[in-house]
């Protein structure tokens, strides 16, 4: 189940938010590289190939995800003996390539959905998280948006705003 907790606005970065809800990331929690199944996009394989680890120690290409009949890619391999993800130290419960994590382990409980030129944001409610709605947590302002996820952020405004500026060419031929 999913809930949201913000909306941001493109073009002015206007942020609105849920206040009630907050957040905190327990450091070596690690539950999240346990429970869940992370898909891997071309960019996250690119990225952690470039560290030196080759794609059949990392890459399950058995499990794949699809949105609808569109293929997104392939999962990250869990160990055999834990059954988490294969970069999480079974001692240290900490990612070996935190860093360089997939896309979906950075936005995680997070999702985010582009609708136009604004960028909504969910919380996924998984039980296990105990980040989720933590005391110690923050909530997600237009400060933690842009501190956690400004890269994210601007990524998509870039293609909003381009996205306008062809239009507004075409619009005066």
């Keep these: 189940m999913k809930r949201w907790v913000?909306?941001?606005d493109l073009v002015t970065l206007e942020v609105e938010s849920d206040p009630t809800f907050k957040f905190k990331c327990i450091e070596n929690c690690g539950l999240c590289c346990e429970r869940l199944e992370i898909p891997l996009r071309d960019e996250d394989i690119e990225r952690i190939e470039g560290l030196g680890y080759n794609t059949w120690e990392f890459v399950d290409y058995e499990k794949l995800f699809y949105r609808g009949d569109k293929f997104l890619g392939y999962a990250i391999k869990k160990n055999p003996v834990t059954d988490a993800c294969v970069f999480l130290d079974p001692e240290t419960k900490k990612c070996k390539i935190y860093n360089h994590r997939p896309?979906?382990?950075r936005l995680y409980p997070f999702v985010f959905v582009k609708h136009?030129?604004?960028m909504e944001i969910y919380i996924k409610e998984d039980s296990f998280c105990p980040g989720i709605n933590h005391p110690d947590g923050k909530p997600v302002t237009k400060d933690f948006?842009?501190?956690e996820y400004w890269d994210i952020i601007e990524e998509y405004r870039q293609k909003v705003i381009h996205k306008g500026q062809k239009t507004q060419v075409n619009a005066s031929v």
């Design 116 to 118: 136009g030129e604004r």
């Design 6 to 8: 913000a909306t941001v």
């Design 145 to 147: 948006l842009m501190k």
């Design 103 to 105: 896309l979906a382990c």
